[in-house]
T-cell receptor, first 112, second 113 residues
Framework: KQEVTQIPAALSVPEGENLVLNCSFT??????LQWFRQDPGKGLTSLLL?????REQTSGRLNASLDKSSGRSTLYIAASQPGDSATYLC???????????FGGGTRLMVKP | DVKVTQSSRYLVKRTGEKVFLECVQD?????MFWYRQDPGLGLRLIYF???????EKGDIPEGYSVSREKKERFSLILESASTNQTSMYLC????????????FGQGTRLTVV
């Protein structure tokens, strides 16, 4: 069964720092990996989708990489801002079932 | 933009009541999903549907059922609500196949008293 782990569980940084969030998964047989943002009490907002054949995707200050063979993905946030404060979730779509499996999330706080 | 709309943001129901959570998407997506999210347990899949009238059990289907009579609508039903079903419920949709992005609704915070 696929397991997805995110480290760290929580992170607090001063504004302006560049930071990296980590996601690892146990079964490398995946179709894609998706990063989401969740604000308190709200739904999930899709940030980036990486297909299994891709190595990275970029959107603005966000860059996500994927190393399928080692079962790892990172989300890089450049020049962090207080508005980036949220929980970030990664999810993999595995080919052993038609569903997304989520990590536990990283709760990010960016201090002004 | 894809829009996934859940019928209620907050809901309070009594133990034993039958509860309906509705989800509608406007992008003609084949796949629809229901998750629940609990502190320390993350998001867990309850049911998903890949076509009208089709459904598949997820990781935690016990105590729940679903209905998909129309492509755009996916309903989650709590046959007899219990306090351990107090949770945040999230609906999602995506196109058919495994290479597509999933989009989520705003969530329904259900409290069973």
């Amino acid at each position: 069964k696929q397991e997805v782990t995110q480290i760290p569980a929580a992170l607090s940084v001063p504004e302006g720092e560049n930071l990296v969030l980590n996601c690892s998964f146990t079964d490398s047989a995946i179709y894609n990996l998706q990063w989401f943002r969740q604000d308190p009490g709200k739904g999930l907002t899709s940030l980036l989708l990486i297909q299994s054949s891709q190595r990275e995707q970029t959107s603005g200050r966000l860059n996500a990489s994927l190393d399928k063979s080692s079962g790892r993905s990172t989300l890089y946030i450049a020049a962090s801002q207080p508005g980036d404060s949220a929980t970030y979730l990664c999810a993999v779509f595995g080919n052993a079932g038609n569903m997304l499996t989520f990590g536990g999330g990283t709760r990010l706080m960016v201090k002004p | 933009d894809v829009k996934v709309t859940q019928s209620s943001r907050y809901l309070v129901k009594r133990t034993g009541e039958k509860v309906f959570l509705e989800c509608v998407q406007d992008m003609d997506h084949e796949n629809m999903f229901w998750y629940r999210q609990d502190p320390g347990l993350g998001l867990r899949l309850i049911y998903f549907s890949y076509d009208v009238k089709m459904k598949e059990k997820g990781d935690i289907p016990e105590g729940y059922s679903v209905s998909r009579e129309k492509k755009e609508r996916f309903s989650l039903i709590l046959e007899s609500a219990s306090t351990n079903q107090t949770s945040m419920y999230l609906c999602a949709s995506s196109l058919a196949g495994a290479l597509t992005e999933a989009f989520f609704g705003q969530g329904t915070r259900l409290t069973v008293v």
